[in-house]
């Protein structure tokens, strides 16, 4: 570092210090206050992260089958992301709630329609489309990778830069195993825009040339209003720069600041009976001697709480 950059840096250090020591008070007052009135929803969350900690920590009671890999990732993910939303409605964070949420609803959608039917099959197909994913990434950064060379106005020296990073995240050997791969199960998927692990599954009821969507998906698996309320609305808050603004305004101003307001339950609620669902898709699958009585408690619980 330079001492003009150490100078710079210092600078906003120092900046920044004092700035936090200025607001430090108010906004650990602002959490205080702002969450008590959703504390035990918001902990809920948390509650719903360690519970599913303990089931598998004492699996032997509570599986009497194993799971595959994919579904033992989605009992995980779920688990991983409502302990996301805890941490993030705990800072009265509602926008970036709501993206997890809108996650936590794909992972459901996705074990849904796995297990279904045809099981096995359907396992096979969306561990597989993960050879499907990386050969795109591979073809998609060559592609990138061959602009770069094809352009006079880029140095050689900076061709070679890109180059070597090219080669050092997809080595000769990957790049061989990954198309392997993808040769074997490419026809599974559909050709050109292999975007959807479930295309094979949906491909005589769709228009040609398209993956099915995730609001198809729901409507074929009966769960058509879920959809409407945990991911329609979700994506159209992400996504729209005018409802984001308006949820994003306190006191006449867009701001990053905590927001603590009703949409917090609501968020807490839809994400708990997301999350609790996949528990019990999962111990359903699993065979497990207890589902009853934890579908009992979790049932139980979610209704002392909301």
């Not at 890109?162 to 993808?182: P, Q, R, V």
């Not at 990053?256 to 708990?272: C, G, R, W, Y």
Request: hydrophobic share 35%; aromatic share 14%; net charge negative.
């Amino acid at each position: 570092m330079t001492e003009e950059e150490q100078k710079l840096f210092d600078h906003y250090e120092k900046e920044t210090q004092e700035y936090f020591n200025k607001i430090f008070p108010g906004l650990t007052r602002l959490l205080s206050e702002g969450r008590e009135p959703f504390r035990k929803h918001i902990n809920f969350l948390y509650d719903i992260h360690l519970f599913q900690n303990y089931l598998l920590d004492d699996q032997e009671k509570y599986f009497k089958s194993d799971a595959s890999i994919s579904i033992s990732t989605f009992y995980s993910k779920a688990a991983s992301d409502i302990l996301c939303l805890y941490q993030c409605l705990n800072q009265g964070q509602i926008i970036s709630s709501m993206s997890i949420e809108r996650n936590i609803f794909e992972s459901f959608v996705n074990l849904k329609l796995i297990l279904e039917k045809d099981t096995i099959s359907r396992i096979k197909l969306y561990e597989e489309f993960g050879y499907v994913q990386q050969w795109n990434r591979i073809e998609e950064y060559r592609k990138y990778i061959d602009s770069i060379m094809e352009n006079p106005q880029i140095s050689d020296e900076e061709k070679k830069t890109e180059e070597d990073g090219y080669n050092k995240l997809f080595d000769a050997e990957l790049i061989k195993n990954t198309s392997e791969n993808y040769l074997k199960v490419k026809d599974n998927y559909l050709s050109g825009r292999p975007f959807h692990w479930a295309w094979k599954i949906y491909k005589d009821e769709i228009q040609k040339g398209r993956n099915p969507s995730i609001f198809f998906i729901c409507k074929k698996l009966g769960i058509e209003k879920m959809y409407l309320q945990f991911y329609s609305l979700n994506s159209i808050v992400v996504h729209s720069q005018p409802l984001m603004s308006s949820m994003l305004t306190q006191k006449g101003g867009i701001t990053p600041a905590p927001n603590f307001s009703d949409p917090i339950k609501n968020v807490a609620a839809t994400s708990s009976i997301l999350v609790t669902d996949i528990i019990l898709l999962v111990l359903s699958y699993a065979k497990s001697p207890k589902y009853n009585e934890i579908k009992d408690y979790l049932n139980i619980k979610w209704l002392s709480v909301f």
